[in-house]
């Protein structure tokens, strides 16, 4: 694996000051009047994976294939149509890979985008879109996932110079990998999104209420169907001498089946950039979401992540998600050159209910102790991954190193989780 990386190395090196997109999307600009644009990516990772889950899965030494090609119209000055097509490969899974890392050619996003260029007034976007909101921890794409989340949704806005009102519906695509993906709309979340610039000093205030809606088409496995309400915020600016913070809350109300629900999450961030040698981003954080007591049978208390992108937010090799955890991280970015990057991250996670089980970053349970007598240490996480930018090409290789703590040597023995990548990407 390492030939290759250094064969893929020396080939962008020589051609890294030619950007084959850039000059093909100024000729297609020039003769279109700046109206038309070309979208595109390729990225390559061959990654090994032993013990992802907990002794349950084969090891996997495995490339994952990406390529995407789309465009974007500017038909008049009040309407932009936008398509995106998506081509997602694991040649040597060994298996049928699943829908997370394998998904033939399909269109991951078609949609039009009303009075797309104006700042203040109303706007919308219908159709089918890969969506950020906040800092994802919500609503995302997990873009480190070679399949990558894709929404179909509705979402109409007012913008204004003060605050950005918005109303959305969103759907994610349930992966077909060798049929065409269709919507499934008995899985969806819809509500409101309201950003509020320079509402707090020196940061953006967010609100959201969202309602998240789930029946068995949909991928509800009980009996009835969810029904969830979440009421946060999020806020996020800059403090005195150089820090930098970030923090997001949520409380849930609702049902699951015929459970009452009633949850919270919550995150806190702070970071400085200090000027060594090298310029170093050091950043500290904090993340919670209750779990279930399992002697309650009426009352379930398990946080709804709803669609997240989880990479990094809880290990680089994303073993876990934002549901039933303490999870406490540090990240410490080495910035060599302005196109060379370091990073080290630690992760040390427990259980917030230990009668409750361990989730993934999808949200599926992993690991449970239905006493609550296994203990509630998860584990620790080591990382270090490095990132080189050359023209239109980024490369970066990783390692990470999962040590179980007492719950998951309890329930799952014999755990000895690694993850090696290296990859390379191009897009225009």
Not at 68 to 86: D, F, N, T
Request: a positive charge; one cysteine or more; proline letters at 5%.
């Amino acid at each position: 694996m390492a030939g290759k990386l250094v064969l893929v190395l020396l080939a962008a090196r020589l051609c890294a000051q030619v950007d084959p997109g850039l000059e093909l999307n100024r000729l297609v600009s020039e003769q279109t009047g700046g109206k038309f644009k070309l979208r595109g990516e390729f990225r390559l990772r061959p990654e090994a994976r032993t013990g992802a889950g907990f002794g349950r899965e084969a090891n996997l030494e495995n490339p994952v294939i990406r390529t995407r090609i789309g465009m974007e119209y500017l038909a008049a000055p009040w309407l932009k149509i936008s398509a995106l097509g998506q081509d997602a490969r694991a040649p040597l899974y060994g298996v049928p890979a699943p829908g997370t890392v394998r998904d033939s050619m399909d269109l991951h996003e078609s949609y039009l985008e009303l009075f797309p260029n104006q700042k203040r007034g109303f706007g919308a976007v219908i159709g089918r879109q890969m969506l950020n909101y906040g800092e994802s921890r919500l609503i995302g794409v997990p873009d480190w996932s070679n399949v990558a989340r894709t929404f179909d949704t509705a979402r109409f806005y007012y913008r204004h110079p003060r605050a950005r009102l918005e109303f959305l519906f969103v759907s994610p695509i349930k992966v077909r990998p060798d049929d065409f993906n269709k919507p499934v709309l008995g899985d969806r979340v819809w509500g409101v999104y309201n950003t509020f610039p320079n509402a707090i000093p020196r940061g953006t205030l967010e609100g959201y209420v969202l309602r998240h809606d789930q029946n068995r088409p949909g991928g509800f496995t009980g009996a009835g169907r969810l029904g969830v309400n979440t009421f946060g915020g999020r806020a996020a600016g800059a403090l005195a001498a150089g820090f930098r913070y970030s923090l997001e809350g949520a409380a849930q109300s609702g049902h699951v089946g015929s459970a009452t629900h009633r949850a919270a999450a919550w995150f806190s961030g702070l970071s400085r950039t200090v000027a060594l040698h090298w310029p170093v981003d050091f950043s500290l954080e904090y993340k919670y979401a209750s779990g279930t007591d399992s002697s309650r049978q009426d009352r379930v208390s398990t946080f709804d992540q709803m669609y997240p992108a989880n990479h990094d937010k809880f290990g680089h090799a994303d073993l876990f998600g934002w549901r039933n955890i303490h999870n406490v991280r540090s990240l410490e970015t080495f910035r060599f050159t302005k196109t060379t990057a370091l990073n080290l991250m630690y992760n040390n996670s427990w259980l917030a209910s230990a009668g409750d089980a361990l989730y993934n970053g999808a949200g599926r349970a992993i690991a449970r102790a239905p006493q609550g007598d296994a203990g509630r240490h998860v584990g620790q996480e080591f990382d270090v991954f490095a990132t080189q930018q050359w023209g239109p090409f980024k490369f970066g290789a990783g390692f990470a190193h999962f040590f179980a703590g007492e719950f998951l040597r309890n329930t799952t023995p014999h755990v000895n989780t690694r993850y090696l990548y290296i990859f390379q990407s191009y897009a225009f």
